[in-house]
């Protein structure tokens, strides 16, 4: 009788053991995907923000040197001075704005964290799944 009861607890234990590798792997999964879900997200970014520059860039250019020379011969210098500063001002402010949208709110592992919060609920309502 006491060997039917420890096969039992052994059966038990191997039971609570594979349950916890198949989390710990499906949690491992789930972190590999929102690696490479940031990932795919900061490359489009940086992918946009430089083609966004470039363009702007070229732009900018263009309409400053149009500015230039509509201002009149004598005035040219201010011009060009004022258009200096206002592009550097919008240059700080737009570096300013990019870094704050390229913080991720939620945090990089954001749904590996809930679903490890889920578990570990779970576990302390004694293995209840809903």
């Given amino acids: ?8 607890l052994f059966a038990s234990l191997r039971q609570v053991a594979a349950t916890a590798l198949e989390m710990a792997q499906v949690r491992l999964e789930l972190l590999g ?5 940031e990932k795919q997200r900061l490359f489009d970014g940086i992918l946009i923000a430089a083609a966004a520059m470039v363009f702007s860039g070229v732009g900018l250019l ?10 009149a011969e004598g005035n040219r ?10 592009c550097f001002s919008l240059g700080v402010v737009l570096m300013m704005q990019s870094r704050k949208r390229l913080k991720s709110p ?22 209840k799944r809903e």
């Fill in 33 to 37: 995907t929102e690696i490479e879900l």
């Fill in 106 to 127: 939620m945090g990089i592992f954001s749904a590996s964290a809930t679903e490890l919060q889920t578990d570990r609920a779970n576990v302390q309502a004694g293995g």
């Fill in 1 to 8: 009788m006491r060997e039917a009861n420890s096969g039992g």
């Fill in 62 to 71: 263009l309409f400053c040197g149009f500015i230039i020379l509509l201002v």
């Fill in 77 to 86: 210098l201010a011009a060009m001075a004022w258009l200096a500063l206002a």
